[in-house]
């Protein structure tokens, strides 16, 4: 694609006034939310979302995740039941995406549904990505703001590195909170279908809709986030390394002497904010390969080891 100026712009009216003239002209444009950098473009519009998969390089059955102002925007787009509405009363706005059946009528672009007759829609918490909902009115849909395949960004620099001369604007609103891609869910009659982990854990899940939360059914691609080998550092990725990591750059968790600590206390929400960071930092390193401290998988470790399995991935 040919290349364009890309304006890192910081957060406040004039940007997002300036964000929301680019994609109402068809134009994607990265904007921070509450777990990552997304990079927005109109749901509506099928050559608008075409510019988001063209930018990433992303595969045109990788669908995404579309955001919306309210529970109200999202009923126009799918098909909500009492399970759906719960869920979004309790956990939106925030990090959760609920894959549910689209509405009839729905506006969304095909190519934002990569063709399946679902839809992840999200109703984010971050000022920035509010904003820009409220200033164009529209669905926007959003995956993270860097090349498909390569390490999420959690602040603008990470996009530039990667997005940069792709790209007309980047609006920069510091690190995100979270870190770490939000928890998609199927939302059906007899329980959920954890779909992608991510800050609310499943048993936070299982407790607010009352349902059981299971594993995906079926091998394929239901929603963002689910292909084997995503969110990659160019080099090779040891995991669980308990000894000596050689000439590795070490990721550490809890107390020891590492070259990035996640959390020195063993906190998973400071890691999960810290850990696409870690991995950009690990990258730039002039280390041949990486190494990653056991990290336990209760709760929120859940997560983390979803995106550090997938990182470590072969390609």
């Known amino acids: 694609m040919a290349s364009v100026e890309t304006v890192l712009q910081p957060f406040g009216a004039d940007s997002i006034a300036e964000a929301a003239a680019l994609?109402?002209?068809g134009q994607p444009v990265a904007v921070p939310t509450e777990t990552v950098y997304g990079l927005a473009a109109d749901a509506t519009s099928g050559e608008a979302v075409a510019r988001i998969y063209a930018a990433k390089g992303r595969p045109a059955f990788n669908p995404l995740i579309v955001h919306v102002a309210d529970r109200a925007a999202a009923?126009?787009?799918?098909?909500f039941d009492a399970t759906a509405r719960a869920l979004a009363d309790v956990f939106w706005p925030g990090p959760l995406t609920l894959v549910l059946p689209l509405a009839a009528g729905?506006?969304?672009a095909g190519i934002a549904t990569a063709g399946l007759r679902t839809v992840a829609l999200r109703c984010p918490a971050h000022r920035a990505m509010a904003a820009l909902l409220a200033e164009t009115g529209l669905p926007l849909a959003a995956p993270s703001a860097n090349a498909s395949g390569t390490i999420s960004p959690t602040?603008?620099?990470h996009v530039l590195r990667s997005l940069d001369g792709r790209i007309a604007m980047v609006i920069?609103?510091?690190p995100t909170t979270h870190g770490i891609e939000s928890t998609i869910v199927a939302v059906g009659a007899d329980g959920l279908r954890l779909l992608r982990p991510g800050p609310i854990d499943a048993r936070t899940l299982a407790?607010?809709?009352g349902l059981p939360v299971a594993a995906p059914a079926a091998a394929g691609i239901e929603a963002p986030g689910q292909m084997a080998s995503h969110y990659a550092p160019s080099k090779p990725i040891r995991l669980n390394i308990s000894g000596d990591p050689g000439a590795?750059?070490?990721i550490g968790f809890g107390p020891g002497t590492c070259d990035y600590t996640l959390s020195e206390d063993g906190d998973p929400v400071v890691a999960a904010a810290r850990l696409f960071d870690a991995l950009h930092t690990a990258d730039a390193a002039p280390h041949p390969a990486i190494a990653v401290r056991p990290i336990p998988a209760a709760g929120l470790g859940a997560a983390l080891n979803d995106?550090?399995?997938r990182a470590a991935a072969p390609r």
């Open 23 to 25: 994609i109402r002209a």
């Open 155 to 157: 602040r603008a620099a």
């Open 75 to 79: 009923e126009r787009i799918a098909v």
């Open 106 to 108: 729905s506006l969304v």
């Open 172 to 174: 920069d609103d510091g």
């Open 307 to 309: 995106r550090l399995r």
């Open 207 to 209: 407790e607010a809709a």
């Open 248 to 250: 590795a750059f070490l």
